[in-house]
């Protein structure tokens, strides 16, 4: 019978330690209900004494969000009364809180950074937990710096506040610093000390990225009897971020049979959880992170594509649809093969192409995709047209009649009247037009908007730099939604506002195509 794992999310506090990811108090509300929606057991909602908007914030998640007993809320303190006074008053609203401190226990905290003995920093940590104990009845203590401690005072430590009335005790690598077989070792004998004295306190862990195996080791702990990990969302965190919440869950679920443990998350909701905390920090999730990323269920490699094809086990251990996206990506770029091309054409409708017509078609392929780094479902059918333009002018398919081509565009920005002018072509028409916005990528979609006539909700826009220097290309995403589906567009050039009209450019052809695939290609047909 597998274990259940407990999961206690820090992204609202540990998480928002990353500079720059500050969280105002309608957002840490809007993130906790959404680890709500995911699963997640326990939410540490912040750190109240830091700030009287944190302690506002903290108290809103207890008020709106922990109101049902299926959740519990906390926020950190130090080992002092005020602290404890403050996450007491901030979360005592909610209908299962929980007061959490942390107190160092390594030398180089106890010697260096509190100058005091061990006795001392010990009798503290047990006067605290006594404290916590008579304003609630879930205390958790947190010995910071234990991978770096020495384990018999550790130990004593951890005896000491469990006698005190500690109901969990969270074991900190707080910088990184643990190998996850040495790790595994201390959790092991840390368990079963702990279940000798007190088997109904939980023993946690709380690892970090510093040497890139907070994911490691706290898999390594599971295996050696924690009950709870604590983890963030994308990894976020302190210098080089937390544990990843969902490389955790997901490698749970992907190795049952090894770890023989289990969490109450829904996995379906990873995605939406991961996106809603990237745009609210105005953190970007790299695109090869685990899970999570761009690229984390997205092949272009003709031997990987080829191998999904004929069976997704090939290449694929997760599903994308069990972490809430619609499917695998195959990106059409210069390294795909014949096989995923040919499937891209099957899907348009080309299902009878002679080995001719597709190596022709291929061909036209490869040089665009040399040209361009992904190539789309509407280059697809420009490129079919192309073909058939050079070798069968009595039966051609007019299929660039249907998409847009931005020719030039003009964006003023300033601080009254940001504006953009924009000259598209159609086929053989060219369309102009002028529009004002809030800000120039408004103006500038705006204008773009007025000429396509399609209807698209910006769901979500992000920019970024993939090389350096004054010539520095930027890549623009961007999410739109229309008639209730949703499209992904990228773009590249020196000139941002480049990037961002012919990303805009490529959703629009992208909810074309997606017209054109209902129409049988038969019925498309023209003869000149």
């Known amino acids: 019978m597998s274990r259940k794992i407990w999961v206690f999310d820090t992204t609202l506090r540990d998480g928002e330690q990353v500079p720059g990811a500050k969280l105002n108090l309608y957002e840490k509300v809007e993130i906790a209900q959404q680890l709500k929606k995911l699963g997640v057991d326990i939410i540490e909602a912040g750190f109240p ?18 109101k049902t007993s299926d959740i519990m809320i906390t926020a950190l303190a130090r080992a002092v009364q005020a602290d404890i006074d403050s996450v007491y008053h901030a979360v005592k609203d909610a209908e299962n809180p929980m007061i959490h401190m942390v107190l160092g226990t390594s030398d180089i905290h106890v010697e260096k950074k509190f100058s005091k ?24 203590y947190s010995t910071e710096d234990a991978s770096r401690s020495e384990f018999e005072y550790l130990w004593k430590t951890i005896e000491a506040v469990m006698k005190a009335g500690a109901t969990m005790i969270n074991v900190p690598d707080t ?76 490698a ?61 086990d090939a290449y694929e251990i997760v599903h ?3 972490v809430g996206l619609d499917d695998m990506e195959l990106i059409l770029t210069a390294r795909s093969g014949r096989h995923a091309v040919k499937n891209a054409l099957e899907k348009l409708g080309f299902t009878q192409l002679g080995t001719e017509e597709f190596e022709g078609i291929f061909e036209g392929f490869l040089a665009l995709a040399d040209a361009k780094k992904e190539v789309y479902d509407h280059d697809l059918y420009v490129i079919v047209e192309s073909y058939y333009e050079k070798h069968d002018k009595t039966n051609v398919t ?6 847009f081509e931005v020719e030039d565009l003009q964006v003023i920005s ?4 940001p504006s953009a002018s924009v000259k598209i ?104």
């Open 175 to 250: 910088v990184g610093y643990a190998e996850p077989e040495e790790f595994g070792a201390m959790i092991y004998k840390l368990n079963d000390r702990m279940k000798n004295l007190n088997p109904d306190v939980l023993l946690s862990v709380h690892c970090h990225n510093d040497l890139g195996m907070a994911t490691a080791n706290t898999l390594a702990a599971i295996k050696n009897g924690a009950d709870k990990v604590e983890c963030t969302i994308n990894g976020i965190g302190e210098r080089a971020g937390n544990a990843a919440l969902e490389e955790v869950v997901m």
């Open 425 to 528: 072509r159609k086929g053989g028409e060219v369309f102009k037009s002028s529009a004002v916005g809030s800000g120039p990528i408004d103006a500038l979609y705006s204008a773009i908007a007025e000429i396509t006539t399609i209807k698209v909700k910006l769901v979500e826009y992000d920019i970024s730099s993939v090389s350096r220097g004054k010539d520095a290309l930027g890549k623009v995403k961007i999410i739109v939604e229309h008639d209730g589906e949703k499209y992904i567009a990228k773009a590249a050039d020196t000139d941002i506002l480049k990037a961002s009209a012919f990303a805009y450019m490529n959703a629009i052809n992208s909810i074309v195509s997606a017209g054109l695939r209902k129409v049988p290609v038969e019925e498309m047909a023209i003869t000149r």
């Open 398 to 403: 007019n299929y660039s009649d249907h998409f």
């Open 320 to 322: 994308p649809e069990d």
């Open 414 to 417: 300033n601080s009254s009247f």
């Open 49 to 66: 004494a830091s700030s009287q908007g944190d302690f506002d914030a903290v108290q809103a998640v207890a008020q709106k969000v922990g």
């Open 117 to 140: 003995s061990k006795d001392q920093i010990l009798q503290i940590g047990v006067d605290a937990v006594k404290y916590a104990k008579t304003l609630l009845p879930q205390v958790q």
């Open 252 to 312: 749970l679920n992907t190795r049952r049979t090894i770890y023989n443990a289990e969490t109450r998350i829904i996995t379906k909701e990873i995605m939406n959880t991961s996106r809603l905390v990237s745009s609210f920090m105005g953190l970007d999730v790299q695109v090869n992170k685990a899970i999570t990323g761009d690229n984390a269920f997205a092949h272009s490699s003709g031997i990987h594509q080829d191998g999904l094809l004929k069976s997704r």
